[in-house]
């Protein structure tokens, strides 16, 4: 146990963007995996803080903000497009989504 | 064992079962509850590794903004509405926990044999302290070195804008906006005369029904409600206002407002 | 890194004229389209995309033969920014051409002025990258770039398709992207910097020549490959192509099958050659696998393929993976191991830049002629272009030529460039290289099958039903000067063209001097 370093931080980020990672893979519902994304992205920030802290720049803590701001961006973006599908579509099968696939 | 390791066990004991929790929940909205309680607990961590500004910012852009949109179209959006994304059959399941698997051990063996090439930086605690603290520290990196990226990142914004209204707006409406955008007004007595209507037609969503053009509205699920509504048509005049000082009447061609 | 506050260097506005060109056209779009009458909208708002683009590409001379950095070092002004801007320019241009009357009358008439909006963000995210000195401005450029594409492929919003060909785009997109930045940040945990040159010149110093193995280093060479792979549609990572590029409007799918392609290489080139290049013995046999993959998948499944539009996509797929052997056999001839003198750049990542260009004219010429079809009440499968050489016999011409160059026949532009990454791929004199020259040359016999597939039925079908006609005067303008240019510049000018691209190592030589002086 001991001194907390960077590897806790750094165990911690990565748990997180594996969860995040299989739920992209494993889960169905779009707006759960975009959710499951934002995770991901929440881990990068963190690994990117740690290694600010580690290294004694502020170039992480920077990186970080502009992560956030993209995540903010995409939300705006993906959200939308969500609406428009479900506005289009009022009742669809599954497999229907599927029908362009090769 | 010290303090701060105690408390950062704890943070991370939260934050990974409640990542677990968004991958498992059933239901969306305990999905993006987990994920605030995720977000709050990276945020107290952010603030460990003396990043007080993105701990502020992590709170306010991610649970405040991202994560109330996110309920906002969960609340908006029906789930039969919506495709789901891939068929998760059990073979792309063991996929899935397969390739987690291989990246953390990947991860893990990366972090436990890593070397750090590179030089120390000077944002060093006392440092950070001298400017004035984190806040100030991240400005001067923010407005110096990554201005660029900066402007960009506001550009960035600007599309995710544009896009939001081009894809989010009904067509419909996008085609009526700057020819007549009539609201309701619900001060005005006659307006909302909800007494007139016949019983069980206080609209879909417990709007108001008003009598637009035919072809020009959504077609209603139940086809009782059709025929009612085109019975209210007939018999019912709604007054609509522009603005706060015109008065229009729709569909009864007079019009009882000052011009 | 804290700066100081005193003397701060300001930034040098005059190397970036031609992003700030693009970035005036955004502005002047959203406001044009905020401010004018509808029925002006089409004429205008194309005229000025057309001379905004236009007056981008004359400004790429103020950069040309700089190497020069602004902001910090954020943003470069060197041989590679160049040519990168000028495929990325004439890829703006040419969609300009193709989607006027597109937009305009196909659809549901999509709103016109958003629709240039984003596309001018999406080219000036993309030209961000092309220029990008550090992991932030890649990250942020491809962002930018990316965004803007995944509403414009759900323009078309009337139609189911293009919706969920963007959703599907847009949550791999996503996906990918905090797979890259995961990458990015062990980079800057490895090397402390998140600069391109400090991050190279770091490696180098602990290289120093000797065999190298960092294990986080290696972990983030292989989440930026595989976040790039997807932005440039590799396989295994391009399950979104196809059904985004069939369902975007025609335009958007000529569009981003270039402009965000172009991103995601200019992208790799600066992470993988100029940050990462020490450790090229790690990803370079990595790249090689998946060029291989890449092409042998894209060109097989095209063969299946009977809707003109997904054969074009996965022909994409194909083409990807040739581009991608250019990167694979990179050598580095010039750059840092001369030291400073660098004459000439590699030969293989020459031939990848100069394929991106010769793919950019006759790819988005291709998807011209579709949308030129769609235009007159065609649709998009093989059947419909049955007799257009009866009908429409300049149009056949054109599509005619565009495949043949697509396929590679001497003497068009693509032509040219397989010819060039071919010898690039030979001159690595390596197994590796080898290989990949004979399977490109293997797959594309295979392409030829259905390449010309599609020119037979243009010949010698019969005409199903007699098309109606429509005037669409701008795109004629564009697939005639796609075909000219597909036509010559493989014989002509290519050689100039050849030597702008070779330009490109001069973006290394700033680390020569640093790294000769450490």
Redesign the interface.
């Known amino acids: 146990?001991?001194?907390?370093g960077v590897?806790?931080?750094?165990?911690?980020s990565?748990?997180?963007?594996?969860?995040?990672?299989?739920?992209?893979?494993?889960?169905?519902?779009?707006?759960?995996?975009?959710?499951?994304?934002?995770?991901?992205?929440?881990?990068?920030?963190?690994?990117?803080?740690?290694?600010?802290?580690?290294?004694?720049?502020?170039?992480?803590?920077?990186?970080?903000?502009?992560?956030?701001?993209?995540?903010?961006?995409?939300?705006?973006?993906?959200?939308?497009?969500?609406?428009?599908?479900?506005?289009?579509?009022?009742?669809?099968?599954?497999d229907?989504?599927?029908s362009?696939?090769? | 064992?010290?303090w701060?390791?105690l408390v950062?066990y704890l943070l991370?004991a939260v934050?990974?079962l409640a990542?677990?929790g968004?991958?498992v929940?059933t239901n969306?909205v305990h999905?993006?509850i987990f994920?605030v309680l995720?977000?709050f607990n990276?945020a107290a961590?952010?603030v460990?590794?003396?990043?007080e500004?993105?701990a502020a910012?992590?709170i306010i852009?991610?649970t405040g903004?991202?994560l109330v949109?996110?309920l906002f179209?969960?609340m908006?959006?029906?789930?039969?509405?919506?495709?789901?994304?891939?068929?998760?059959r059990p073979v792309?399941?063991a996929?899935?926990?397969l390739?987690?698997a291989i990246?953390?051990l990947e991860?893990?063996a990366a972090?436990?044999n890593r070397t750090?090439v590179?030089q120390?930086?000077?944002?060093?605690p006392a440092n950070v302290a001298a400017v004035g603290g984190?806040v100030q520290?991240?400005g001067?990196?923010?407005y110096t070195?990554?201005l660029l990226?900066?402007e960009i990142?506001s550009l960035?914004?600007l599309?995710?804008?544009v896009?939001?209204i081009?894809?989010?707006l009904?067509e419909r409406l996008g085609e009526r906006v700057g020819q007549r955008r009539a609201t309701i007004s619900l001060g005005h007595p006659r307006g909302t005369d909800v007494a007139a209507l016949p019983p069980g037609l206080d609209g879909p969503d417990g709007e108001t029904p008003v009598r637009v053009a035919s072809g020009d509205r959504p077609v209603a699920t139940g086809s009782g409600r059709r025929e009612a509504t085109s019975e209210l048509e007939a018999t019912r005049e709604l007054i609509m206002v522009r603005d706060a000082d015109e008065r229009t009447v729709v569909g009864g061609g007079r019009d009882s407002g000052r011009s | 890194?804290?700066v100081e506050l005193s003397n701060l260097p300001g930034p040098d506005w005059g190397l970036m004229l031609p992003q700030l060109a693009v970035f005036g056209l955004a502005l002047v779009l959203l406001f044009g389209d905020a401010f004018m009458a509808r029925a002006q909208h089409f004429r205008v708002l194309t005229g000025v995309s057309l001379v905004g683009y236009g007056l981008a590409t004359a400004l790429l001379w103020t950069q040309d033969g700089r190497n020069e950095a602004t902001f910090f070092g954020l943003f470069r002004a060197d041989g590679l920014t160049v040519f990168l801007s000028l495929v990325i320019l004439v890829a703006a241009l040419l969609t300009v051409m193709v989607s006027a009357s597109y937009v305009d009358r196909l659809e549901g008439r999509m709103p016109i002025g958003e629709f240039y909006v984003l596309l001018a963000f999406s080219v000036l995210g993309a030209l961000m990258v092309a220029a990008a000195g550090d992991?932030?401005m890649i990250?942020?450029g491809i962002?930018l770039s990316s965004?803007a594409t995944?509403?414009l492929t759900?323009f078309a919003?009337?139609r189911?398709?293009a919706?969920?060909?963007?959703?599907k785009y847009?949550?791999l997109g996503?996906?990918a992207?905090?797979?890259l930045?995961?990458g990015?940040?062990?980079i800057?945990?490895a090397t402390?910097?998140?600069d391109l040159d400090g991050i190279a010149r770091a490696l180098q110093t602990a290289t120093a020549g000797d065999e190298f193995l960092e294990p986080s280093l290696l972990l983030a060479l292989l989440l930026t490959i595989v976040g790039l792979g997807f932005k440039m549609a590799a396989v295994p990572f391009h399950f979104w192509t196809?059904?985004a590029y069939?369902?975007a409007a025609t335009p958007v799918t000529a569009f981003m099958s270039v402009v965000p392609k172009a991103a995601a290489f200019a992208a790799t080139i600066r992470l993988l050659v100029q940050a990462l290049g020490p450790m090229r013995d790690d990803w370079l046999n990595l790249i090689a696998v998946l060029a291989f993959v890449t092409m042998a998948f894209g060109n097989v499944?095209a063969v299946?393929q009977r809707n003109v539009k997904r054969m074009l996509a996965y022909s994409s797929i194909a083409h990807t993976g040739y581009m991608m052997v250019g990167l694979a056999v990179y050598r580095q001839q010039g750059g840092f191991d001369v030291g400073g003198g660098a004459t000439g750049g590699d030969q293989g990542v020459t031939s990848l830049l100069y394929y991106i260009l010769a793919y950019t004219v006759m790819n988005i010429g291709a998807f011209a002629v579709v949308a030129w079809l769609q235009h007159r009440g065609r649709g998009l499968t093989l059947d419909d272009f049955a007799g257009l050489a009866s009908t429409q016999p300049l149009a056949a011409a054109a599509m005619t030529v565009f495949l043949l160059s697509l396929m590679g026949i001497p003497p068009t532009i693509g032509f040219r460039a397989k010819y060039e990454v071919i010898l690039a791929a030979i001159n690595a004199d390596t197994a590796a290289g080898l290989a990949l020259a004979i399977s490109i040359v293997v797959l594309s016999a295979v392409s030829a099958f259905y390449y010309l597939r599609v020119v037979a039925v243009m010949y010698f079908d019969e005409p199903a039903r007699t098309p109606r006609t429509e005037s669409t005067p701008l795109l004629n303008v564009g697939i005639g000067a796609m075909a000219v240019a597909t036509l010559l510049l493989g014989v002509f000018f290519s050689g100039q063209l050849i030597d702008l691209a070779d330009r490109w190592s001069r973006a290394l030589t700033v680390v020569a001097q640093a790294g000769g002086g450490g």
């Open positions: 146990m001991g001194e907390l590897n806790h931080f750094l165990f911690l990565a748990a997180l963007f594996i969860i995040g990672m299989m739920g992209v893979l494993v889960r169905r519902n779009l707006i759960i995996i975009f959710m499951c994304v934002e995770l991901m992205m929440n881990a990068v920030n963190l690994t990117l803080v740690a290694f600010a802290w580690e290294s004694n720049t502020m170039n992480g803590q920077s990186f970080a903000l502009f992560t956030i701001a993209v995540a903010a961006a995409e939300a705006a973006v993906g959200l939308a497009i969500i609406m428009a599908l479900s506005r289009r579509q009022s009742t669809i099968d599954a229907e989504i599927r362009l696939r090769d | 064992m010290p701060d390791v950062f991370a934050c990974v990542a677990g968004v991958v929940a969306p999905s993006a994920l995720c977000f990276v961590v952010f460990m590794l003396g990043a500004f993105l910012v992590q852009v991610y903004a991202i949109l996110v179209v969960l908006l959006v029906d789930p039969d509405d919506l495709p789901e994304f891939h068929a998760a792309q399941r996929v899935g926990v390739l987690g990246l953390l991860v893990g972090i436990l750090v590179g120390q930086g000077n944002a060093t984190n520290a991240l001067r990196n923010l070195q990554y990226p900066f990142v960035v914004l599309v995710g804008v896009g939001a081009v894809l989010a009904p | 890194m804290l992991l932030v990250f942020v962002e965004l995944y509403i759900a919003k009337r189911l398709g919706v969920e060909g963007a959703l847009f949550l996503i996906f992207s905090a797979i930045v995961y990015m940040a062990w800057y945990g402390g910097t998140t196809p059904d069939d369902g499944v299946a």
